[in-house]
């Protein structure tokens, strides 16, 4: 069974860091591609980053290189490492494997105020 658990999540003043972890198991991590969506209230889930399993790495033009994704294909983990934290980056942050088919996590809460 393929489970995908998200953490990291938290409330962040404006300008500080998170980094989310999204630990993997149920089938082989290293092939599959990976990334992040986030969903804010009332808004359409939104594309974040996304990382092959060869480490190639793709983002969306509006975190603007606040972010970057990772993985430890030796811990089945991806990460999100989010910097220079603004309000509208508030959402629950999804994680997904694509094994083929998106596999998705049940999510975590990033809340930036101050």
């Known amino acids: 069974q393929v489970q995908v658990v998200e953490s990291g999540g938290g409330l962040v003043q404006p300008g500080g860091s998170l980094r989310l972890s999204c630990v993997t198991s149920g089938y082989t991590f290293s092939g599959s591609r990976m990334g992040w969506y986030r969903q804010a209230p009332g808004k359409q889930r939104e594309f974040v980053a996304t990382?092959?399993?060869?480490?190639?790495?793709e983002y969306a033009d509006s975190m603007n290189g606040r972010f970057s994704i990772s993985r430890d294909n030796a811990k089945n983990t991806v990460y999100l490492q989010m910097n220079v934290l603004k309000p509208e980056d508030t959402a629950v942050y999804y994680c997904?494997?694509?094994?083929?088919?998106?596999?998705w996590g049940q999510g975590t809460q990033v809340t930036v105020s101050s």
């Open positions: 997904y494997a694509f094994i083929p088919g998106f596999t």
């Open positions: 990382i092959t399993r060869d480490g190639v790495t």
